[in-house]
């Protein structure tokens, strides 16, 4: 199992242009999520989804957006990119959302904008 | 609204020494408390959980937490540090109830000196 995986590893956008950072598990689980960590803050959620066709809002979500057509992956856009989306981007996936499994996490995105 | 503290940004250890980082959190009803730990330029790995049972609870690389409801404390401990440990430790709450979120704290950042 590859786990979690995302893409790219770093990337340096300018103020208003728009992209999208991939995340693919191959656990077949139910749950996956987003969040961005930033110093001193811990890590936030910015979206979550409960399996294909489910997604819903978390703590940041503002200039994100997600979709979920498969069960397998789980990108995340960013529609007009503002220099406070710098940031490193996580995706994690679990199980399920329910009872207490844990979190598996990618490796992250080094996000730069300009 | 749930919340986890980590009162500690840095804590330095000795080679062989105990070691413990501390948490507290707020929660309705029940929590789910959860250790991470990040190397850097990594995401985050799981070291164990609290759901229901034991206060005690044992996870990896020789790691344990002890739940304390009456303080509303969690915190990581280890018998022994070792240098391969320095990482930032994040704790992390949720409900056992409805609520899907993870709740982060804002981690500390562990170093063991040899």
């Known amino acids: 199992n590859a786990g979690v995986t995302q893409t790219p590893k770093f990337q340096v956008l300018k103020t208003g242009q728009s992209m999208t950072l991939q995340c693919a598990q191959d656990m077949n689980h139910e749950y996956m999520s987003w969040y961005r960590q930033d110093p001193g803050m811990g890590l936030r959620l910015i979206h979550y989804s409960v399996g294909a066709g489910i997604t819903d809002q978390g703590e940041v979500p503002n200039g994100y957006n997600v979709s979920r057509s498969t069960t397998e992956d789980f990108p995340l856009r960013l529609l007009s990119a503002a220099p406070s989306q710098t940031s490193v981007y996580f995706c994690a996936s679990s199980y399920s959302d329910r009872v207490g499994y844990e979190q598996y996490f990618g490796p992250g995105t080094r996000l730069t904008v300009t | 609204a749930q919340s986890v503290a980590q009162p500690e940004d840095q804590v330095n250890v000795a080679e062989g020494n105990p070691l413990t980082v501390k948490c507290t959190y707020s929660?309705?009803?029940?929590?789910?408390l959860f250790w991470y730990v990040q190397y850097p330029n990594r995401g985050l790995q799981f070291l164990l959980k609290y759901i229901t049972g034991d206060n005690l609870v044992k996870g990896s690389y020789g790691f344990e937490a002890e739940f304390n409801k009456s303080q509303t404390s969690f915190h990581l401990k280890k018998p022994s540090a070792l240098v391969s440990d320095s990482a930032l430790y994040f704790c992390?709450?949720?409900?056992?109830?409805?609520?899907?979120?993870?709740?982060f704290g804002s981690g500390t950042q562990l170093t063991v000196l040899p």
């Open positions: 992390a709450v949720r409900p056992s109830g409805s609520a899907r979120q993870l709740t």
């Open positions: 929660v309705s009803g029940n929590p789910y």
